[in-house]
């Protein structure tokens, strides 16, 4: 039973619930920064990213920041590409439209490979693609929240070492870190940006960036200064190796209560192995996405290998609109959240079943969420007539 005060459960694509001590650890006194106790928190938690992560390549380095998984963005585009080098962008909602903008900002000449509304590109297009022009680096959101949509991510990895081995592999994963399958060394992947407040299970405020040792090259033998100052590996790079090696160390604040709050969650979901982790992902997805086809909504993504499985995007019957839906489900104490994608936002809502939510079963959390739909979906039909 969970000692929180009551309130809606929140099953959006994030933020999500909380564990009860992950909350708790937020609530750690005053210290500093750089004393003993703190360092060697944050330094605890730099190694948990990397079993996170799955990777053991002493090359590789987490960077954990102050800051949205938007910051992660600002980390790969005013560090790992220059102005005026070419960036590959796979497009599958939403945010493969903002970290293009976010590419742009800083002067890179970005291509974009874009897939219709739930669906994803084919390996065959993107080995044209990497096959016309040399890119600096291919960017993919491994789960687009705008769609549900679920990329292949080791496929793409896999293709591009063999196509283009000098491209840069950048994954956008701040939906999927933590409840779908990731091999960072074994995939030989360059960057998965992520962030806390998603299947990770944290509130949100740290920006999370694994990095491959020829990511780490590539930033620190660039022909020209980093785009930015807060965002520049060069700054953190040190700060991340004292921390980790239990050594003080400042550049900006860390803030300290956040990261005894991912420290617990870390600690938590590492306990365990990770393919554990992603098997009750799957599992319960499984069972959401037949539940979701049995009240007769589609998916905006309709290839189950396609589909991500730390939520749902699910088209609305003909004739309903979110406002028409999801007041009924706060109602019934559920919270999901309206369509993003702009060119079909008012057809669709986005149901997150990920984090604690789905590894404790005692909350009921997620079979609350299933007849609260069916009870607001019938209400909404009946209201309308339909």
């Known amino acids: 039973m969970s000692a929180q005060a009551p309130h809606n459960t929140l099953l959006i694509p994030g933020p999500i619930e909380f564990d009860d001590a992950v909350l708790q650890s937020m609530a750690h006194y005053a210290e500093s920064h750089v004393a003993p106790g703190f360092v060697k928190v944050f330094g605890e938690t730099l190694t948990l990213t990397r079993k996170l992560f799955q990777s053991t390549d002493p090359s590789a380095q987490p960077f954990i920041i102050s800051g949205s998984g938007t910051l992660g963005w600002d980390l790969v585009a005013s560090n790992l590409i220059e102005r005026g080098e070419n960036a590959l962008v796979l497009n599958t909602g939403y945010f493969g439209d903002s970290f293009e903008q976010c590419l742009s900002t800083y002067g890179a000449q970005v291509t974009q490979l874009r897939a219709p509304i739930g669906e994803r590109p084919s390996l065959e297009q993107i080995e044209q693609a990497l096959k016309e022009k040399t890119y600096k680096l291919i960017t993919l959101t491994h789960v687009d929240t705008s769609t549900g949509v679920l990329n292949d991510v080791k496929g793409v990895a896999q293709l591009v070492r063999r196509v283009s081995p000098e491209t840069l592999v950048i994954v956008d994963g701040v939906c999927s870190v933590g409840s779908e399958e990731i091999a960072f060394d074994e995939w030989d992947l360059d960057a998965v940006v992520t962030a806390s407040q998603k299947a990770i299970g944290c509130p949100p405020g740290l920006s999370i960036v694994m990095t491959s040792g020829r990511a780490i090259q590539r930033a620190t033998t ?115 959240a309206a369509g993003l994608h702009k060119e079909i936002a008012t057809r669709y809502i986005r149901f997150g079943h990920m984090g604690v939510s789905v590894t404790d079963a005692n909350r009921g959390d997620i079979d609350k969420a299933l007849s609260a739909l069916k009870e607001a979906l019938a209400e909404a039909k009946q209201a309308k007539g339909l």
């Not at 803030?255 to 098997?279: D, G, K, N, V, Y």
Request: proline share 11%; charged share 15%; no cysteine.
């Open 222 to 336: 660039r022909q020209t200064p980093p785009g930015s100052y807060y965002a520049s590996i060069a700054n953190w790079l040190p700060i991340m190796r004292n921390y980790e090696n239990n050594k003080p160390s400042y550049f900006a604040t860390p803030p300290t209560q956040l990261i005894h709050a991912l420290h617990t969650t870390l600690s938590q979901i590492t306990a365990r192995p990770m393919a554990e982790r992603f098997a009750i992902h799957t599992q319960v997805s499984d069972s959401v996405k037949a539940a979701v086809a049995q009240l007769g909504l589609k998916q905006l993504a309709p290839n189950p290998d396609a589909q991500a499985h730390g939520m749902t995007a699910m088209y609305l019957p003909e004739g309903l609109t979110p406002p028409d839906v999801l007041p009924g489900l706060l109602k019934r104490g559920v919270i999901f």
